[in-house]
């Protein structure tokens, strides 16, 4: 049985800020918005990504809301070249996000970094472009 994956969904605390930030940060395109729900369509062959507000998101799944620290998930960004991997996260950390980790070169020969949005997901931006 095959189990397609449609969205990634994130639980957000500020769903307005989180809105701006990735669609100023990462360029992601608004496909729906609601009072409690955004989603962004990221490009060709790629599914989609949902912001639920935190305390709705945690009801929907009917489990608490608390909680903090490593969630043991991060989202990962391909661009093409070493530049567009720093420019990336440039423009994630001007629009309110944190580097995790600064953009270098890999022992296996590609160039990444890690960034975090406003609500602490971890995104790491890789290229194997040399």
Known sequence: ????????????????RAKKFYAEALGFTIDKDTRNFVS????????????YEWEAA???????AEGSGFRGA???????????????IRNAVSA????????????????FGYFSDPDGYLWKVTTYAS
């Open 1 to 16: 049985m095959a189990l397609p994956v449609s969205a990634i969904m994130l639980g957000v605390k500020d769903l307005d």
């Open 40 to 51: 962004f369509r990221l490009g060709e062959g790629s599914q989609q990504l949902a912001l």
């Open 58 to 64: 945690a009801q929907d799944a009917g489990v608490p």
């Open 74 to 88: 991060s989202f990962h960004l391909n661009p093409d070249s070493r530049q567009a991997v720093d420019e990336t």
């Open 96 to 111: 309110g996000g944190s580097v995790v980790r600064a953009a270098a070169a890999a022992q296996w020969g590609g160039y």
